[in-house]
């Protein structure tokens, strides 16, 4: 049983590795795009180049993050997710020293299995230290902490970007994984899933990496014309047949069986996936609009830091905190947003929110050549992160509450990997749709041109988030008879963190599921 207590010393460590760890991958992801103009004029690279750069890293991370909770599970959360800080910094030093756009993307890739290691087991090691009536107090302080340093990460990356170059964005991540790693050892318990028995479901994970990989290629490098169409058509094909075939080996996987024409007297491995977990309308519904949402917020989060350096002007260190009010009023407004959704249900507050967020993202488009800070990037940026404060709790929590109960770890892995992809396929297709491709991040007129239209795409994809809210979003879906206690709120956004995630189907009881 855990026995560690949130106010004492083994507390403290336990809560400072799990959030230094985290916060590492998180703030990597979000200083790399204060960064993406400087590296693009000393390594030479194209609009698909910088796509690649931001895309490789989550690309992996959304493939894997689910096989990487299976394995802390199974040969121990705190191992794993050491082995995860290790990769993710031996990943970022390769990223430091790239000489060309190629290594860049190849390390960024590493970069994501390592990432893929340790997001799942910062907060299983959480739930698995804390005795019960802690976790939820815990898991309220990962959160927090996790906010501060998305606050911080901009910041900090616009300061390296303008001190140091933008190497130092990818170097910084190694003395932060050295104390990980010291305060880990020592500190932090191991622990194991005693139930986590039967295989691996190694080939879902390598079909859904395909399935990415393949789509993502055709849709970056389709509309830029650079690669063959024969090339472009192979990729494309690749990633739908390799979708379709995940479904099929996760359909005979939850099943127990092997694949049509397998034989083997060894039981077949667990599904990576349980298709059964979508049996709830409503969990598949709230996943739709966790898809469309996240896809139209990826595509501001990689262009709107661009936008601001290539056509406004803006220094790497003010462009990188032009997005600080949307963090603050997260960490500010998203409990009560929680708490007005267990309240009177969530289909007012994340319909409401998605249609004010809609109306920011459009005047964030509205940001050109000359824009001031206050007059024009602050209204904007304080528009959406109220509307956005007020859906990602109620969004999260649905999720969580609206999954049958044994299937509530996967169903936070399965929203948060919905999110990291839909925001990996956004970023492919719509910047080189919006007419972003080749050298247009050298010309203002042109990628100020693109950005007003690919931002005007994304509040469409809100106000299409919205629309499905209203129309399939039960009130009832938080609400639970008396006596029986919701899943926690989340406070952080849905693709930050996962909770134990393990091949055997699981228990969860109140309390000790995990933020989304």
């Known amino acids: 049983m855990p026995d560690v207590r949130l106010g004492t010393g083994p507390g403290r460590w336990v809560l400072l590795a799990t959030v230094l760890g985290s916060s590492v991958a998180m703030l990597d992801s979000t200083v790399v795009n204060v960064a993406l103009p400087k590296l693009a004029r000393d390594l030479g690279a194209d609009m698909a180049g910088l796509q690649w750069t931001v895309n490789a890293y989550t690309l992996t991370l959304a493939g894997f993050i689910l096989l990487g909770g299976s394995l802390g599970d199974r040969f121990g959360r705190r191992r794993i997710f050491l082995v995860g800080v290790l990769w993710f910094a031996a990943a970022s030093v ?112 390598v079909l859904a990496a395909l399935a990415l990989a393949g789509t993502t290629y055709a849709l970056t490098e ?62 598949t519904a709230v996943n739709v609009v966790t898809f469309v949402v996240y896809g139209g917020m990826g595509v501001l989060f990689f262009l709107f830091v661009l936008n601001l350096q290539v056509v406004c002007g803006f220094s790497p260190i003010a462009a990188g905190t032009a997005l600080l009010p949307v963090t603050v009023l997260m960490l500010l407004l998203s409990a009560r947003a929680g708490a007005l959704a267990q309240k009177i249900g969530p289909r007012v ?56 109960e044994r299937h509530a770890g996967v169903a936070s892995g399965v929203n948060n990997a919905v999110a990291r992809a839909a925001g990996l396929l956004a970023v492919a297709a719509i910047p080189p749709l919006a007419g972003l491709t080749g050298d247009a991040y050298d010309d203002p007129a042109a990628f100020s041109h693109g950005f ?64 989304g």
Request: glycine content about 14%; proline content about 7%; some cysteine.
């Open 94 to 205: 390769l990223c430091g020293l790239a000489q060309n756009v190629e290594m860049l993307v190849l390390s960024r890739a590493l970069q994501g299995v390592g990432g893929a290691l340790l997001t799942p087991g910062s907060l299983a090691i959480i739930q698995a230290s804390f005795v019960p009536d802690d976790r939820p107090r815990a898991v309220g302080a990962w959160s927090g902490f996790g906010g501060v340093a998305g606050a911080v990460g901009p910041f900090a990356g616009g300061w390296l970007v303008d001190a140091a170059g933008w190497r130092w964005v990818f170097l910084l991540n190694v003395p932060l994984a050295a104390v990980v790693v010291l305060v880990a050892v020592r500190h932090v318990p191991e622990s194991v899933d005693p139930d986590a028995r039967g295989r691996f479901d190694v080939l879902g994970a």
């Open 222 to 283: 389709a509309p830029g014309g650079g690669t063959g169409p024969a090339v472009i058509g192979a990729a494309g094909a690749v990633g739908v047949a390799a979708a379709v075939l995940f479904v099929v080996v996760e359909r005979a996987r939850g099943k127990g069986r092997h694949l049509p024409g397998v034989r083997s007297r060894r039981p077949a491995p667990r599904p990576m996936l349980p298709l059964d977990v979508f049996a709830s309308r409503q969990f």
């Open 349 to 404: 507050p994340m319909t409401a929110g998605l249609a004010v967020a809609a109306c920011g993202m459009f005047l964030v488009g509205r940001i050109g050549e000359g824009a001031s800070y206050v007059r024009d990037v602050l209204p904007a940026v304080a528009v959406f992160g109220l509307g956005l404060s007020a859906v990602v709790a109620p969004l999260t929590a649905t999720v969580l509450a609206t999954a049958d």
């Open 452 to 515: 007003g239209i690919a931002m005007a795409s994304c509040a469409g994809l809100l106000a299409l988030g919205a629309l499905l809210s209203l129309l399939t979003v039960d009130d009832g879906a938080l609400r639970r008879p008396s006596g029986e206690r919701c899943q926690p709120q989340a406070r952080n956004h849905c693709a930050v963190g996962a909770p134990q995630l393990q091949p055997e189907a699981e228990t969860v009881p109140a309390g000790r599921a995990g933020a």
